[in-house]
Every structure is written in structure tokens, then in C-alpha cells.
T-cell receptor, first 114, second 113 residues
Framework: ETGVTQSPTHLIKTRGQQVTLRCSSQ?????VSWYQQALGQGPQFIFQ???????GRGNFPPRFSGLQFPNYSSELNVNALELDDSALYLC?????????????FGEGSWLTVV | AQSVTQPDIHITVSEGASLELRCNYS??????LFWYVQSPGQGLQLLLK??????LVQGIKGFEAEFKRSQSSFNLRKPSVHWSDAAEYFC???????????FGGGTRLMVKP
């Protein structure tokens, strides 16, 4: 039990649509990051939020955006969905950005784009 | 740019046998290294991490890993594998701050009875 809850667990969208994925972290977890894990691959870092500000981004286009809220929840938004966006999206949270902090992962949201 | 290579995509071992999963990294500074396990349909669970100090790191579930700077490796080991260890294992390297990890492609472990 990591204390990181993601919703929905599975969803199907059509190419061109928009999707919002949600993550709820433990109290005090002011750092949240999102990862995309395509089938058979390792997770790829999308972006990180620290105290509601984006402070790191991987090699993903601007149609991937996010929000972090004061209540330790966060969102990942993807616009203009493409077939290659089909993947498991993982949320990870921690109590700060120091390297000694343990990073807790949620169980992910499976997105299928048809 | 940092990168992680897990050379073995699949490994099959017999229950009770020893296990070693390989991980090689490329990173410009002192790396922060992690091993995670992912069971089917599950998120990632941290097995162990290395930041500094003793190069042999003990983790959960009887796993250990050894950091070898000269070989840019961080191999995961377990002396006796249990059927419940069947899962996907990921090695990751991080910067000195934050949750921005770079993962390898993973090694799928199968355990024979």
C-alpha cells in the first residue's frame, strides 16, 4: 500500500479526444511526477510538479500537461490523443525533492486510444 | 544524457536457484540507483536504492544489489528465488533531486517449479 491512488484504472478514448487522469497522494507529498509506460517497456518520465509548479519535464510534447493541487492531488491531461498514447500512466509522489526521499508509485491508469 | 540498459529481456530460473539481474547505467555525475519490481497489473514497488556509502545495498524480500562504479553497473541479486518473485524488474537512475528517474527496459523474471 503506497498511499497513491489513481483513477480511472482503465479507459478507452478515440484518437483526437482529450483525457484527464487523476492521482491522489499522501498528505505531505508535495512532489508528484507522471510516467508513461508503453507495453513491454520501462516507464518514461513525463513531468514533475513541486508545490504546484512544474519543475521538470521529459521529452513529451506540450499536449501533455498537468496540474497539482494544494490537497496533494494532481492531474495529467493529454490533448489530441494519438494511437501511440496508449499506455499505462503512473503517478509517483514523495515528500520533497531530496534524493533520500522514497518515491511512491500508484498502480496506474491504463489508457487505450482507438 | 543519462541512460539505463538491462541486457536481459527475459530470464527463467528454477525455484530455489540464485538470481542475478544485470543493470548498466550511463550518468555524468554520481548516480542515484534504484531497483523496482512490477507485478502484472500493478504499480512499481521499490526493492532497494543506492545513494552513497556501502556499495552493497540490502533491500526488501531478500534482494541485494552491488554498485560497481568501474563497471557502471548495479546488478540485483537474490540467493534463492521463490515462485512469488516472478515479475518484471526495472533498474533506474536519478538525478540528485526529485522524482525524475530514467528507467531501463526491464527484465521479466519467470520462475520454474
Amino acid at each position: 500500500e503506497t498511499g497513491v491512488t489513481q483513477s480511472p484504472t482503465h479507459l478507452i478514448k478515440t484518437r483526437g479526444q482529450q483525457v484527464t487522469l487523476r492521482c491522489s497522494s499522501q498528505s505531505g507529498h508535495n512532489t508528484v511526477s507522471w510516467y508513461q509506460q508503453a507495453l513491454g517497456q520501462g516507464p518514461q518520465f513525463i513531468f514533475q510538479y513541486y508545490r504546484e509548479e512544474e519543475n521538470g519535464r521529459g521529452n513529451f510534447p506540450p499536449r501533455f500537461s498537468g496540474l497539482q493541487f494544494p490537497n496533494y492531488s494532481s492531474e495529467l491531461n493529454v490533448n489530441a490523443l494519438e494511437l501511440d498514447d496508449s499506455a499505462l500512466y503512473l503517478c509517483a509522489s514523495s515528500t520533497g525533492t531530496a534524493p533520500g526521499n522514497t518515491i511512491y508509485f500508484g498502480e496506474g491508469s491504463w489508457l487505450t486510444v482507438v | 544524457a543519462q541512460s539505463v540498459t538491462q541486457p536481459d529481456i527475459h530470464i527463467t530460473v528454477s525455484e530455489g536457484a540464485s538470481l542475478e539481474l544485470r543493470c548498466n547505467y550511463s550518468y555524468g555525475a554520481t548516480p542515484y540507483l534504484f531497483w523496482y519490481v512490477q507485478s502484472p497489473g500493478q504499480g512499481l514497488q521499490l526493492l532497494l536504492k543506492y545513494f552513497s556509502g556501502d556499495t552493497l545495498v540490502q533491500g526488501i524480500k531478500g534482494f541485494e544489489a552491488e554498485f560497481k562504479r568501474s563497471q557502471s553497473s548495479f546488478n540485483l541479486r537474490k540467493p534463492s528465488v521463490h515462485w512469488s518473485d516472478a515479475a518484471e524488474y526495472f533498474c533506474a537512475v536519478g538525478p540528485n533531486a526529485g522524482n525524475m528517474l530514467t528507467f531501463g527496459g526491464g527484465t521479466r523474471l519467470m520462475v520454474k517449479p
